[in-house]
């Protein structure tokens, strides 16, 4: 290539690069902001997704226990370990 | 006694090049600057360490069949680590502050002239005889202005392989020095009161929309440039993983473990293309200085860019957020942040900054899928 000639091309591309860099971005900003007009209005109707997104499924099924409960299963717990000490000592004397 | 003149003539001592020694001090220096003055350590610790291992006279990492050698040629002659990382770098992207407000998209458009200006700039020295820059060269070292390792690793692999290694050098030491590059030019073509502007507080953007925009935004690719394909594809995936919320382990990996992996490696290729006989060469120089003006030029056309914004469109636009064009993220928005701050000590720019931020990713990569696109043809 000669020099001239090399000195046209990166004009060239240059010119064409920005010139392409732009419209693409303009696109972008026009159906960007399209979309979001969509968007909005659409979940002004549904409403919008959770931010950290929908709770996958799990095959464990949560087991939801109420207060007294959870103090009922302390209470047993709390009788089992003291039995099992009282056990242990009685036979490590 | 054979024996003993054989095992002299394999010491390091009797066959090191001078070339060798003095590149085996700039890994040094380079190790220095991650560890001691904290330049992007993530990327100069294996870039360095790779280019005192590539300089191991006799060792022959470098060369063909030598494991530095290996590395290269699988991830980056390939295109694969650059790209990989692309998809980390995604996958770490909020475009939530750029879908507040789309016309921040300008500011990285407008930025990516440093690429172009930059390219010009090294046909013009090819063409007084000053240096010897084909145009391929000339646009690969261009993109150090677009101020994003991985896309300028990508496009010097593919359009001048022989001067990856000072491009790469140059990208990622002045994306460290962006904090020192660009508040002068910023203070230059500001004024106090503009530096002053407060913009308006970004509005909450819903989940769907960042679940759309990296569709979107692969759309537009693959209807006007696929040759930016590869770089904003894989970028795009990463974001969707990130945002979909379905796939949190993938996408963790991405962002994480996978990214720091590849890291490593990547690094370690560069580093073997730190050799005397391509690095050493008056061309570096040139590289490095050309860079720098690239960044230079890039950081004041956003600024400009944003000023014009201001005459044009009613909202506020801070003149300061426009340097953060040039991605270098999320450095160039704390720089903008700190600047804004330092005119007002309740002005917070830098979510407003992140905006420009990630659109000069986009930008760079474009840019990117141009020039590939252009000298390809």
New interface residues.
């Given amino acids: 290539?000669t020099?001239?000639n090399?000195?046209t091309?990166?004009?060239n591309?240059?010119l064409?690069?920005?010139g392409?860099?732009?419209v693409?971005?303009?696109?972008?900003?026009i159906?960007?902001?399209f979309?979001?007009k969509i968007?909005?209005s659409?979940?002004k109707n549904v409403g919008?997704?959770?931010?950290?997104?929908?709770p996958?499924p799990t095959a464990v099924i949560s087991q939801a226990m109420s207060a007294k409960q959870h103090a009922n299963d302390d209470k047993n717990l709390i009788t089992i370990l003291s039995a099992a000490v009282h056990k242990f000592r009685s036979r490590h004397k | 006694m054979d024996k003993l003149i054989h095992l002299w003539e394999a010491t390091g001592i009797h066959q090191i090049t001078p070339g060798q020694g003095v590149m085996i001090l700039i890994g040094m220096l380079l190790l220095y600057l991650a560890i001691k003055k904290n330049f992007e350590p993530l990327l100069l610790v294996p870039i360095g360490f790779g280019g005192v291992l590539a300089n191991i006279p006799g060792a022959g990492l470098a060369e063909a069949g030598g494991i530095l050698h290996i590395f290269y040629t699988v991830g980056i002659e390939s295109g694969a680590f650059p790209l990989i990382i692309f998809m980390g770098v995604g996958a770490m992207t909020d475009f939530g502050p750029l879908l507040a407000n789309p016309k921040t998209l300008f500011l990285g458009a407008a930025a990516q002239f440093g690429i172009f200006a930059t390219l010009m700039g090294a046909v013009v020295l090819s063409y007084y005889g000053i240096f010897d820059f084909s145009l391929s060269d000339a646009a690969a070292i261009g993109i150090i202005g677009g101020a994003d390792g991985p896309t300028s690793i990508y496009v010097a692999s593919k359009l001048a392989p022989d001067l990856l290694g000072a491009i790469a050098v140059a990208s990622y030491s002045y994306m460290a020095l962006v904090p020192l590059i660009q508040p002068p030019i910023m203070r230059a073509l500001t004024s106090e009161s503009e530096r002053k502007i407060k913009m308006v507080q970004q509005r909450h953007v819903s989940q769907r929309e960042k679940i759309v925009f990296p569709l979107l935004l692969l759309i537009l690719v693959a209807f006007l440039l696929p040759d930016a394909a590869p770089l904003l594809g894989m970028f795009c995936f990463g974001n969707l993983m990130k945002e979909c919320a379905v796939v949190d382990r993938l996408s963790n990996t991405t962002q994480n473990s996978l990214i720091n992996t590849v890291t490593i490696f990547l690094g370690l290729a560069v580093g073997s293309k730190l050799s005397a006989d391509k690095f050493l060469d008056l061309q570096t120089l040139g590289i490095l200085v050309l860079g720098m003006g690239a960044f230079a030029i890039g950081t004041a056309c956003g600024v400009l860019m944003a000023k014009i914004l201001n005459k044009l469109i009613k909202e506020p636009i801070n003149p300061l957020i426009g340097s953060a064009g040039v991605s270098a993220v999320p450095m160039a928005a704390r720089v903008s942040n700190k600047m804004g701050l330092e005119s007002d000590p309740h002005n917070f720019l830098l979510m407003h900054a992140m905006g420009p931020n990630v659109a000069g990713v986009i930008g760079s990569a474009v840019a990117a899928g141009i020039l590939i696109n252009y000298i390809g043809a």
């Fill in positions: 290539m020099a001239s090399l000195m091309e990166g004009l591309l240059m064409v690069g920005m392409f860099v732009f693409f971005l303009t696109l972008l900003v159906i960007t902001t979309m979001s968007i909005t659409y979940e919008v997704l959770p931010e950290e997104g929908i996958a």
